[in-house]
């Protein structure tokens, strides 16, 4: 069963647009709480989950030339990132967001992890056939949400005493 390239670049793009969006809102309120009621112990668990979803992308790209090989990895960085995630929702969000914050969290996630889910699956079981296909808009939506990405995470990763 071949499914198609498009298909997939649609549903990994679209799913980490809204997480980058919903990503880009959370550090906004980030950057408020930094001054009153973010700990030292929050932003370098932040900078964990940081760490080690890079670390799974990586290993989500490398599936393009190895699937076996590199699926220690990816499983190691994934449970990793989610214990984390677990750490972070659990230790230092649940008794202080609001609604808004929480509803924020919950787009994250189900997006983070649907485009994980879609990238994985393409990724392992066909090393992404028919990426080369793809038109263009595809490659310049990816480096725009790369770019943003990273800009949110070095945001992220600078804020605070530390």
Do not use: N
């Amino acid at each position: 069963m071949t499914i198609d390239p498009t298909y997939f670049a649609v549903a990994i793009l679209s799913s980490a647009t809204i997480f980058t969006s919903a990503w880009w809102l959370d550090a906004r309120t980030h950057s408020r709480l930094v001054k009153v009621d973010i700990t030292d112990r929050e932003l370098q668990t932040h900078r964990i989950l940081i760490l080690t979803s890079g670390l799974m992308e990586f290993s989500l790209v490398l599936m393009y030339w190895l699937d076996i090989e590199i699926l220690p990895l990816f499983i190691a960085a994934l449970v990793t990132r989610t214990a984390h995630e677990f750490i972070d929702e659990l230790r230092y969000h649940t008794d202080r967001c609001t609604f808004y914050e929480t509803i924020l969290h919950l787009i994250m996630w189900i997006s983070v992890i649907s485009k994980t889910c879609f990238l994985f699956i393409w990724g392992f079981f066909s090393h992404y056939r028919g990426i080369e296909t793809l038109h263009p808009a595809f490659y310049v939506w990816g480096g725009i949400i790369v770019l943003l990405m990273g800009l949110i995470s070095m945001k992220e990763w600078f804020q605070g005493k530390s």
